[in-house]
């Protein structure tokens, strides 16, 4: 078992969550909606320093939306302007929660299939909503993700989704390396208090390379703990689109990133490629 220093000199991944479901112009001039503007943002953050991008569609109206036509644009584009990026799709069920209608991106293949995917582990609430994932359709976002050779990115909030990812593994759904995305400050969730953030990674199974993600005002605080904790980031306009806890300054998603880096800076690590990140998460 590795030590927090062996961790510490390992470097960080940086995954960049561009747009979510959730901003919208009417909050923020800052969030990319259209493929042209994500790739754009992409770009500028891959020009910084980033492992992935973790990529949710819009329809022209800039509702979420699931349709693989909309997501093999963005692909497109975004493989155009950040080639070694590791590309990462949602299939999130804060919409809508039918398999066909999250399972549809992953359809893509060529130079349009997606590296990996994430995977929401149980049915939560946010502030305003719920997002459903029933256990037969984490199951069959499971399967066809193992079948098709894309790496799950396991969304965790609470820690009955660790667990869960236990009896995926045991049931042979999950294989080889995953990532996982750690949320903390969601109003029904993990919380980042160092009790909770430290049970979270401690519970994180084998063969995950993970990252922490603090939603809203908790961002910042989510990303200094997991940098020294040895672990990676998620970071972006999806998960808070403020630089300040006040909510007085708007953040564009490279503004974000420049921030983790200098948080790298500060505790002596550095930015995962993404070709480590390919490495380590995808095995290629």
Known sequence: MSTL??????PCPIVLAPTGMVPTRAMTPHVPLTPKEIAADVAEAAAIGISSVHLHARDA???PA????????IIEQVRSVAP???????TSGRTWSELEKRADVLALDGDLKPDMASLTLSSLNFLNGASVNAPDVIRGLARIMRDRGITPELEIFDLGMLNFARVLRKEGLLVGPVAANLFFGNIAGLQPTLTEFGLAVERVPEQTTWCGAGLGAFQLTAHALAVNAGGGVRVGLEDGIHLDRARTRLARNADLVARVHDLLE??????MTPGQYRQSVLGR
Do not use: H, K
């Not at 220093?5 to 390992?10: A, F, K, P, V």
């Not at 500060?266 to 930015?271: E, F, H, L, Q, T």
């Open 5 to 10: 220093l062996d961790q510490l000199s390992t």
């Open 66 to 73: 699931w349709d693989r036509n909309i997501y093999a644009e």
């Open 61 to 63: 109206t800039g509702a």
């Open 266 to 271: 500060i505790s002596g690590r550095a930015a």
């Open 84 to 90: 070694e990026v590791v590309i990462n799709v949602s």
